[in-house]
Nanobody, 113 residues
Framework: QVQLVESGGGSVQAGGSLRLSCTAS????????MGWYRQPPGEQREWVAN???????LYTDSVKGRFTISRDNAKNTVYLQMNSLKPEDTAVYYC???????WGQGTQVTVSS
């Protein structure tokens, strides 16, 4: 059974940083493309970043230069390092196996101005 468990969310002021973690079981993050999505209050879920099985990373324009997606194969965990946070980054952040059907439960990120 595949499980994705996110952690690391919280409340920070604008300009601050957070690191989100997604620990996977039942699926190897080293062999599967993984991604982060977010759902701002009252809006639809949107894509944030992917890390492919090759290690290549992709980002939506609004987070380029501020967010970094990475993985630790030994820990079977995917990370999202978020720097220079803005109030518009406030959302529930979800981990997802790209092209698959599995999602984590989400972790709340709140950025105050």
């Amino acid at each position: 059974q595949v499980q994705l468990v996110e952690s690391g969310g919280g409340s920070v002021q604008a300009g601050g940083s957070l690191r989100l973690s997604c620990t996977a079981s039942g699926i190897a993050v080293s062999f599967n493309p993984m991604g982060w999505y977010r759902q701002p209050p009252g809006e639809q879920r949107e894509w944030v970043a992917n890390i492919l099985d090759t290690g290549r990373t992709l980002y939506t324009d609004s987070v380029k230069g501020r967010f970094t997606i990475s993985r630790d194969n030994a820990k079977n965990t995917v990370y999202l390092q978020m720097n220079s946070l803005k109030p518009e980054d406030t959302a529930v952040y979800y981990c997802h196996n790209v092209g698959g059907i599995f999602w984590g439960q989400g972790t709340q990120v709140t950025v105050s101005s």
